[in-house]
């Protein structure tokens, strides 16, 4: 039987955590003087963790390479068991949204609005992962054929090249969600599945120095971030991509590192906690920004103005509300599921029993 790559749930369960964070914490950058440490602060805390988008789709390589490095791989029954678990949820919740922002008064009802804005993942800021991680479902086949049969060093430096060059050259409107842009993280969880033991030996191996790359690059972001647009100083637009670029390799390779540590203690109850957390991500993922707009609101109607207060009590309410509901949805959604196989197996026995 295949070892299971525990980090991975764990890991999935940090960048989940961190998600949230990077768009509460978005409220007081947009929001406070540039001039002042609470923006300085907050603008580094923003960057530490906004590794979330390539670290999803490092997982997303890494599992689902994993998965399949050994069996027969068929496209369309993978696509139309990912599809169906991903698009169902997505449409769900974008109406969901699209609900709420016409109560607010922002949208109007209009046919058009709403199916161009599920095509293009666009009816919140943070669905357009979605769109990013299908265009991975599609082709992942053609991942699957190339690691089995070339070299794996040549595509990694090859994808590398694609994704630099994504980033530095094609400008069109809806760019952030070209899979181009983000094929060497796929691709390095490609390459990390058929490594897996090579590379937590070497991450073990260089954990003090990858720990000092984290808080440098991090530090390093946070300021860049800071003078571009805290300060409205001139920067050049490849420079910071690349800064990003870098810092999410950087820490990808610490939360791995971090998360194989916690995953060492299966008994433990951050080990527990953030597997539940990681089973619960993609409706953590889909629900937090209205849990967010909800909070602003009742905050606002409170007369709350301190900032820094409403940046608290806004990881109190959202994390207190998001978390422990998806995780309770997922675990009864499990529950119903096996319920019902069960039933259906029995069911079937019995038939053939006759």
Request: some cysteine.
């Amino acid at each position: 039987m295949k070892k299971q790559i525990n980090e991975a749930n764990i890991l999935r369960g940090i960048a989940c955590l961190a998600v949230v964070l990077v768009h509460i914490s978005a409220i007081p950058v947009s929001t406070l003087q540039s001039d002042s440490i609470h923006m300085k602060i907050f603008s580094l805390l923003n960057r530490s963790v906004k590794f979330t988008t390539p670290t999803f789709i490092f997982l997303s390589g890494l599992t689902m390479f994993y998965s399949y490095k050994d069996k027969t791989f068929h496209y369309f029954s993978f696509l139309k068991k990912r599809f169906s678990a991903t698009l169902i949820p997505y449409f769900l919740w974008s109406l969901i949204y699209y609900k709420y922002f016409i109560d607010q008064g922002y949208y109007i009802f209009s046919w058009d609005f709403l199916i161009e804005n599920l095509l293009l993942a666009d009816m919140s800021y943070h669905l357009y992962f979605i769109l990013t991680i299908l265009q991975f479902y599609l082709l992942f086949g053609v991942f699957l054929y190339i690691f089995k049969r070339f070299n794996h060093n040549y595509i990694l430096i090859f994808l590398l090249a694609i994704s630099i060059f994504t980033v530095k050259y094609v400008r069109f409107p809806y760019a952030d969600r070209f899979f181009a842009r983000y094929a060497f993280y796929f691709g390095l969880g490609c390459y990390t599945a058929m490594y897996i033991d090579i590379i937590r030996e070497k991450l073990l191996k260089y954990k003090y120095l990858i720990t000092a790359g984290y808080i440098s690059i991090s530090c390093y972001y946070g300021y860049q971030f800071y003078q571009y647009y805290g300060l409205e100083r001139s920067i050049d637009n490849f420079t910071i991509e690349l800064t990003w670029f870098s810092f999410c390799l950087i820490a990808i390779m610490f939360y791995s590192l971090v998360a194989y540590q916690i995953a060492t203690k299966e008994n433990s109850v951050l080990y527990g906690a953030l597997k539940k957390i990681s089973k619960a991500s993609y409706y953590i993922y889909l629900s937090h920004p209205l849990a967010i707009f909800v909070s602003e609101k009742f905050l606002t109607n409170l007369g709350m103005l301190s900032i820094t207060r409403r940046f608290l009590l806004n990881i109190i309410i959202v994390y207190g509300m998001v978390v422990p509901l998806a995780v309770l949805y997922s675990s009864l959604k499990y529950k119903l599921t096996q319920y019902f196989k069960s039933r259906k197996r029995k069911k079937v026995t019995l038939q053939r029993g006759l």
